[in-house]
């Protein structure tokens, strides 16, 4: 019955209710019906985490306040945030620029966690938008406020 069930789906919904006689084009369509299946079970598996990783993400934009913009030193690549309180140092890149995703923080401008990078456990190993992600987002927001302030006084510049 399963395997009528697929068939039926393959023909009607994946090959238009065509007869298909050519083999690539039936592949063609099984992997087609195989991604979105994955995706089907992706999202369902991941709806209750969604909401997690969200609240995970406003915890870290909280605990990022504590923190001060005199921890941040450019870097060749990106940046660094040094700890004031351990040796620790740890490194902070910018990847993309854009990100279709909805986990972003809307205290940083709707920056997702997919356009930063940070060395720090948080960021590579649970994946989450650290607090140091979210100083560096707050610290290029202020200067690109106190930019166009400038600006604005001097409009001939
Ligand atoms: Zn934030
Ligand atoms: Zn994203
Ligand atoms: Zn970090």
């Known amino acids: 019955m399963h395997i009528e069930r697929m068939?039926?789906?393959?023909?009607?919904?994946?090959?238009g209710g065509k007869h298909v006689k050519r083999l690539d084009l039936g592949i063609?369509?099984?992997?087609q019906f195989v991604r979105d299946k994955l995706l089907d079970r992706l999202i369902t598996i991941n709806k209750g985490k969604l909401s997690r990783?969200?609240?995970?993400?406003?915890?870290?934009h909280v605990s990022s306040e504590k923190l001060s913009f005199e921890m941040i030193l450019p870097d060749e690549t990106g940046w660094q945030v040094v700890s004031g309180s351990s040796p620790q140092k740890y490194f902070v890149n910018r990847i993309k620029t854009e990100c279709?995703?909805?986990?972003?923080c809307s205290d940083c401008q709707n920056v997702c966690l997919h356009q930063y990078t940070c060395t720090?456990?948080?960021?590579?190993?649970?994946?989450?938008?650290?607090k140091h992600i979210h100083?560096?987002?707050?610290?290029l927001q202020s200067k690109?406020?106190?930019i166009e302030s400038t600006e604005a006084q001097n409009p001939d510049v």
């Open 7 to 15: 068939h039926r789906t393959l023909k009607y919904l994946y090959m």
């Open 28 to 31: 063609h369509a099984i992997m």
């Open 53 to 60: 990783k969200l609240k995970d993400l406003g915890n870290c």
């Open 100 to 104: 279709q995703c909805n986990l972003t």
């Open 120 to 130: 720090c456990i948080d960021a590579s190993v649970k994946w989450n938008m650290c």
């Open 135 to 139: 100083l560096m987002c707050r610290y």
């Open 144 to 146: 690109s406020i106190a």
